[in-house]
């Protein structure tokens, strides 16, 4: 058990690709840390650095303090459970189990004993025979698991351990892995890139994009309050809406929040509303979660915002709902061009001709046909306010 | 790789029966055609000498009367057949067996290790590979006897334990094997060699296979080397005995035929042991490189 530190951490592949940009991290020992972020955004990179598989560019990595960057990976007596499992395909699980055991030559006795136990705490036993092109998909994920648990390592490494399962199965193991881990304790770096599994999963999660650490903390913390427009609008599924806005203030000293013709005026428990004063008059981006509306009734008062419903999906117990609406929300191109900088060229991404929607969670029935008119009340205590660079405006 | 466990299914087509008549007949036509010789002379070894040309024209050619295996006493008996075989079991062998392990470092060395000058070697490799023995028969054959090696079995092996198609054979192979698996072995604390012994070889056994084969099925039948650097019966391989044999009055076509079929016959034995795993091998060569 270890607490690995990341020490300004580069890793440039072929002297083109950088992986990792001047990454720095501290995993607490005994924690779950959970590194999430999109494809090629360097987490993968990041695991093999401590695994010994990559050797940094720059920086060092720490264990407990030590530095790891001359150790091979024989030497650093880490586990990493690989995304295709990396089973030896012509041992059995027995043998696959007693591997890691046997090299680092102990006991027979006491390699039986370990298997016994691992076997026994994954529910391994009737398969300890078998050959691994033998086990189900869950099956041999549990092996790769157990091969990792055997050899009592420093820290867990896993590389997007449950992607290659179906969705059912998905959720079962993840939940078994963090029992798992939480009852063995033993340091867990986890990468991922579904954000699902990361929120559910992680003590803490790291988000990553583009090399660069964006965040790190808690759960609730990433979601609730985002270091910038990246980690607002990755995190959360539909994602986060975000549009332009301009901050006023009204003769009577409120905050007005204005985007197009609207103007809203914000609550005092919004908890940015202190700090603000600074931004007044500054063109700012907002953003607002789809779950952060609810349905308005036209009567008494007027609705705060109205939109007329594009396409809908129904998940059963709600439906998101994609608006078009006068607000001047931001499109995937752009919130990627913000996070790429100007100078380079975003991805394409969605139909250049229609602006993008605004997505919306809906209780199931509530939701009027494609064609029909959407009242809807925001929370703008649930409001984010970021910087034209999409820092998050710092907390008051 | 993972190897494929199970033959595609046989798709059945209908054909006009004319058509698939005919198309057996080529079938059958072809088969003969490269059957023939082997059957004229394993009938030929058991039949009396003055038979197996006279009956060459005839459909007797291929089936032997009143078979008896006198030719094959009489070959014991003129020549050391038995030395003979021994002297190519022993050389044969040791190329093979002594050929899968260095050309199987080489191949892992090219495909995995990172190493100052390996592309450049691996050209050189490549470039080995179409460079026929002849062409440098003679100045092997000037090295050979100045380090007086002419007329022994070291002649005869270390030439060829390195062998630049088996080199290339086995590094595309491990070229397509799942490099985590070795990743996974490095983490588990095995070093190098353990990673390459307990994981990468049972992994490759289509290639070693297959390498196996190539080798033993040339440098049982090679000739012109051997016929270079020995001297004597005691080092005498095979293909050259057989030569020599035919040389060696009176001609007897009986008892060369015998001679023939016991030359042959490991080969014929050899590769239908082997045929699964050659087959798939050679497979699996093709798609890398």
Known sequence: ??????????????????????????????????????????????????????????????????????????????????QNYALYPHKTVRQNLDFPLKMMKLARPERRRRIEEAAALLGLRPLLNRRPRELSGGQQQRVAMGRAIVRQPIAFLMDEPLSNLDAKLRVDIRAQIAALQHRLGITTIYVTHDQVEALTLGDRVGVLQGGRLQQAARPEEIYDRPANVFVATFMGSPRMNVFR???????????????????????????????????????????????????????????????????????????????????????????????????????????????????????????????????LRPHFEQLHLFGPDGEALPPG | MRPARTPPPVTVRRRRPVIAALNYALLVIAAAAFVSPIAFMVAGSLKPDERVLAEAGSWQAVWPREASLQNYRDVFDRVPFGRYFLNSVVITGTIVLGGLVVNSLAGYAFARLRWRGRDALLGVVLALMVLPLQSIAVPLFYEVTILGWRDTYTAQILPFVANASAVYLFYSFFLGLPRELEEAAWTDRAGMLRTFLEVVVPNAKPAFATVAVVLFLFFWGLFLWPLLVTIGPEVRPLPVAIAHFQTLPPLKWGDIMAFGVMMVTPVLVLFLVFQRWFVQGVAASGRKG
């Open chain 1, 245 to 375: 806005a301009v901050l006023e203030k009204t003769g009577r000293g409120e905050l007005l929040l204005r985007s197009g013709h609207h103007g809203w005026p914000l609550p005092a428990s919004c908890r940015r509303a202190g700090s603000l004063a600074e931004h007044i008059g500054r063109e700012l981006l907002a953003g607002l979660r789809p779950e952060a509306f609810e349905q308005a009734a036209r009567e008494p008062q007027p609705p705060s915002l109205e939109g007329t419903i594009r396409a809908r999906e129904a998940l059963g117990h709600e439906h998101i709902a994609y608006l078009d609406c006068s607000l001047e929300l931001l499109s995937d191109a752009s919130l990627a061009r913000l996070r790429h900088g100007e100078d380079q060229a975003a991805p394409h991404v969605g139909d250049p001709d229609q602006p993008p929607p605004l997505i919306v969670r809906i209780p199931a029935g509530e939701a009027p046909d494609p064609g029909g008119r959407l009242s």
């Open chain 1, 1 to 82: 058990m270890a607490r690995i530190v990341f020490q300004n951490v580069t890793k440039v592949f072929m002297d083109r690709v950088t992986a990792l940009d001047n990454f720095s991290l501290s995993v607490a020992d005994g924690e779950l840390f959970v590194l999430v972020g999109p494809s090629g955004c360097g987490k993968s990179t990041a695991l093999r650095l401590v695994a010994g598989l990559e050797h940094p560019t720059a920086g060092a990595i720490l264990a407990d303090g030590k530095p790891l960057n001359d150790l091979t990976p024989q030497e650093r007596n880490v586990a990493v459970v690989f």
